[in-house]
């Protein structure tokens, strides 16, 4: 009976156990009341920790700290994409790094050249890879679509464009230098005085651009040192030469008296025979020294016999053994020539027409091999003479066309 009533106080009631027991008693409600829902609770008050403006200010900086992290992820992330993607160049470039030029500045040459878009970004990108390192000076070939980076490293290695300055084996001091003076790619003035005859290698020197003059004679002047001592060193033994100076001296009628590399070596060991035999070595490139110096034979003077005669320290036709300077800057392999000649017996040679030479160890054989060169020679006179007189001809010719036609117009 008591449970009975006690569960029909639980329906009819508010709530049952605790709360109902604490409410005081019971007020009866319609079974309608009482299956509406009840008022939820308020909230639970805030803590007065909770409120503590230290908390509100830890948890504000921590919210910062969160978005200034993903800010600067995103720029990052922003800043390497553009450091390490295609650049805006569309074709190939030539940039130049002046000497002392700061990182800033080169920046900013390349986004005004249109090289990278943003020089900031290459600044702090170029920091990066850089470290202690630094761009060096000197003219870069950029490829087209070139990044940042690849700009940066190019730069880095030093590997900038190089260009060529070219000396022919045979020349003078004097004309290695009119061509230093023409080259328009080397800076910088010449030295005041020129360097002895002889002293300077004849090849190709590979430089960058912003190379001074004086930094390729100084080039030249330590190759001819290098290979004069390895060439020296590597000499036949019983040549009739008493110093790598007079070594260069031979090796530069040699190398005036031939351009065929074929042929050093005989014609080297035609002069050496010459020298051990107490014969002058007569040879023409020496009598144009003596009268021209380095500045050289003008093309249209011929070679008189008042000249062979005439007497100059140069002239082999009238001094015996060499003469006191070299005539020319001879090649290594007219040097190597010299030091190393053919074992003939040949003591001349002349010309042969066809831009070689016919050698002989007789007088009567050298004079049979002259006469034909001057037969070959007094040819081609005359096969230049008919070609002249033909093309003369050919003018007139048709100069007195034209006049008719104009008469007949």
């Known amino acids: 009976m008591n449970d009975r009533t006690n569960q029909g106080k639980g329906i009819f009631g508010r709530a049952g156990g605790k709360n109902n027991a604490q409410s005081g008693p019971i007020v009866p409600v319609s079974p309608s009341q009482a299956l509406k829902p009840e008022m939820a609770p308020p909230p639970p008050k805030r803590s007065r920790r909770a409120r503590n ?23 990052f992330w922003y800043g390497k994409t553009e450091f390490e993607g295609r650049g805006p160049l569309d074709q ?6 002046r000497e002392g030029a700061g990182l800033n500045q080169i920046a900013a040459g390349l986004e005004s050249q249109g090289i990278i878009t943003n020089q900031r970004i290459f600044s702090i990108g170029a920091k990066g890879v850089l470290g202690d390192d630094t761009l060096k000076a000197g003219e870069y070939e950029i490829k087209a679509g070139s990044s940042m980076q690849e700009i940066v490293e190019l730069m880095q290695s030093g590997k900038s464009i190089l260009h060529s300055f070219t000396v022919p084996e045979g020349q003078t001091v004097q004309q290695i230098f009119d061509r230093l003076k023409a080259d328009e790619m080397l800076q910088g003035d010449m030295p005041d005085e020129m360097p002895p005859e002889g ?12 190379t001074t003059r004086a930094e390729i004679i100084e080039q030249m002047a330590k190759a001819q040192t290098r290979a004069l ?11 009739p030469l008493e110093s790598p100076e007079e070594l260069v001296i031979l090796a530069s009628i040699v190398e005036k008296e031939t351009a065929r590399a074929d042929e050093r ?49 140069y002239n082999t036709y009238v001094i015996d053994r060499l003469p006191p300077t070299p005539i020319a800057n001879p090649g290594r392999e007219a040097m ?22 016919a050698f002989a160890q007789t007088l009567d054989e050298h004079n049979s091999n002259v006469a034909r060169w001057r037969r070959l020679e007094s040819e081609r006179e005359k096969a230049v003479a008919a070609e002249k007189d033909a093309a003369a001809k050919a003018a007139a010719d048709k100069a007195a066309g034209d006049g008719a036609d104009t008469q007949g117009n």
């Open 265 to 313: 070596p005989r014609v080297a060991g035609v002069f050496i025979n010459r020298l051990n035999r107490g014969i002058r070595l007569q040879s023409d490139p020496t009598i144009i020294y003596g009268l021209f110096g380095g500045a050289g034979k003008p093309s249209d003077r011929p070679i008189y016999k008042s000249d062979i005669e005439k007497p100059t320290p």
């Open 53 to 75: 403006q230290v908390v509100v200010f830890l948890n504000f900086i921590l919210s910062m700290i969160i978005l200034v992290a993903i800010v600067g992820i995103g720029v």
């Open 336 to 357: 190597e020539a010299v030091a190393n000649p053919s074992r003939t017996n040949d003591l001349y040679f002349v010309a042969d027409g066809t831009g070689g030479h």
């Open 92 to 97: 190939t470039t030539d940039f130049m790094v």
């Open 229 to 239: 001592e390895q060439v020296w060193a590597r000499r036949a033994p019983d040549l």
């Open 199 to 210: 002293s300077l290698l004849p090849e190709t020197y590979k430089f960058s651009r912003g």
